[in-house]
């Protein structure tokens, strides 16, 4: 099935650092999430974002949806250890519910 | 927010045998249910989409007749793996959404199976 691109694959910090990553696509979507996967759990909503350009905050955590509609970024400021998890983009059309999922990127905070 | 459940938490069971797993929107009405499957270290794939009362509609792969899904009510979906074998192990989440498109899908907590 169709998987949207994620990068970075992992990445290894330090509590107290900004994390950046960033989700492309080949194909539009309209809108564009992002959940936080904890082990064993399922995924929770994070952030939600409907229009092309849209930059939205939910305390830490900014998203924002590119021009094109073909990709997305979430920014972490002020890392904690409880930050630790896989963070998924997804996209969703109009009209649809299907999500298509991100391949994830998989964040590990060192206090 | 509203909340999701799955039954049971996690399962083993023979190769050959069938497992139903169930998911439940707890405080609202779904009208669309969905069933993911994610492999260790993998993202989250669609499996089917169920719509309440209606057959459900599956991804290109999955195969409808291995992957029994009934959404007889607004509330319950379940998702039954038939004669299951050792590479069906994996982590089984579903989603529910209610009316409108742009309705947030909530996930439940997951279920893992894991086949002899």
């Known amino acids: 099935g169709q998987q949207l691109n994620q990068s970075p694959q992992s990445m290894f910090i330090q509590e107290g650092e900004d994390v950046s990553m960033n989700c492309t696509s080949s194909?539009?979507?309209?809108?564009w999430l992002w959940y936080k996967q904890d082990p064993g759990e399922g995924p929770v909503l994070l952030i939600a974002l409907y229009k092309a350009g849209e930059l939205t905050s939910n305390g830490r955590l900014t998203a924002q949806f590119g021009i094109t509609r073909k990709d997305s970024f979430l920014n972490i400021s002020a890392s904690i250890p409880s930050d630790v998890g896989i963070y998924f983009c997804?996209?969703?059309?109009?009209?649809?519910?299907?999500?298509?999922f991100g391949t994830g990127t998989r964040l590990l905070v060192s206090p | 927010g509203a909340v999701v459940s799955q039954h049971p938490s996690w399962v083993i069971c023979k190769s050959g045998t069938s497992v139903k797993i169930e998911c439940r929107s707890l405080?609202?009405?779904?009208?669309?249910m969905f069933w993911y499957r994610q492999f260790p270290k993998q993202s989250l794939m669609l499996m089917a989409t169920?719509?309440?009362?209606?057959?459900?509609?599956?991804e290109q792969g999955v195969e409808k007749d291995k992957f029994l899904i009934n959404h007889a009510s607004l509330t319950l979906s379940t998702l039954t793996v038939t004669s299951a074998h050792p590479e069906d192990s994996s982590f089984y989440i579903c989603s529910a959404a209610g009316h409108g498109s742009y309705n947030e899908q909530f996930f439940g907590p997951g279920t893992r199976l894991t086949v002899l």
């Open positions: 169920s719509n309440e009362g209606s057959k459900a509609t599956y």
């Open positions: 194909s539009i979507f309209n809108t």
């Open positions: 405080d609202f009405q779904a009208t669309t």
């Open positions: 997804a996209g969703q059309l109009t009209g649809f519910q299907k999500l298509v």
